[in-house]
Structure formats: C-alpha cells, structure tokens
C-alpha cells in the first residue's frame, strides 16, 4: 500500500520559516512528479510547488522567491522549505506523488496544517 506522510507543519509568527517533509512507503523515485498543494478553509485546493524526478520545479507566483521545493531520493522524502511567511500562507499543505502510468495515477497524503499568525 502507497503511503505518503507529511509533517513539520504547525504555529509560525508571520516573517517566520517552516521545513515541511513527506515520505513515501515506495521508493520516491517512482514517482516521475511530486507536489505540495494547499487548502485554505473555504478555499479549493491549489498548487504550491512541483518537482519532477530530474529535478526540474514549478512554482506558483504566491511564494516563488520565498518557498523552496526539494526531493532527497535515497530517503523517498520531499521537502518543502517555506520562508518569509505571510498570514496568507495559513493552509492545510498536502504532498502528492504522480505516476505517468496509463492512466496516470495520484497519492495523497493526510496533509498538516500550517497557522501563520502572530
């Protein structure tokens, strides 16, 4: 059974930094693509960041400059390094990992909450 698993989300002061991680059960490097998406209350659920197996990321324009999206395939885990925090940002984070099989295929993890706030 495909696992993903976040943590490193919690209570941050506005201005301040958080390290997210996800792991995966299989080895990462089968998954051609990992994302963080985010979900404020009363929102949809957004992209944050994307990183492709050879390392290619994508942003979205909200934290490019301030968010930093990573992947360490020897320990399956993807993190994502948020810096310069802005109330904004206050979200459940969640880690998907994407399969270029037929059909492609996507795992999600439970997600963890991220509060900025002072």
């Known amino acids: 059974q495909v696992q993903l698993v976040e943590s490193g989300g919690g209570l941050v002061q506005p201005g301040g930094s958080l390290r997210l991680s996800c792991t995966t059960s299989?080895?990462?490097?089968?998954?051609?693509?990992m994302g963080w998406y985010r979900q404020a209350p009363g929102e949809t659920r957004e992209l944050v960041a994307t990183?492709?197996?050879?390392?290619?990321?994508n942003y979205a324009d909200s934290v490019k400059g301030r968010f930093t999206i990573s992947r360490d395939n020897a320990k399956n885990t993807v993190y994502l390094q948020m810096n310069s925090l802005k109330p904004e940002d206050t979200a459940v984070y969640y880690c998907?990992?994407?399969?270029?099989?037929?059909?492609?295929?996507?795992?999600w993890g439970q997600g963890t909450q991220v509060t900025v706030s002072s």
């Open positions: 998907q990992g994407h399969l270029t099989t037929t059909p492609p295929k996507d795992y």
């Open positions: 299989i080895t990462i490097s089968i998954f051609y693509i």
């Open positions: 990183i492709s197996h050879p390392g290619s990321t």
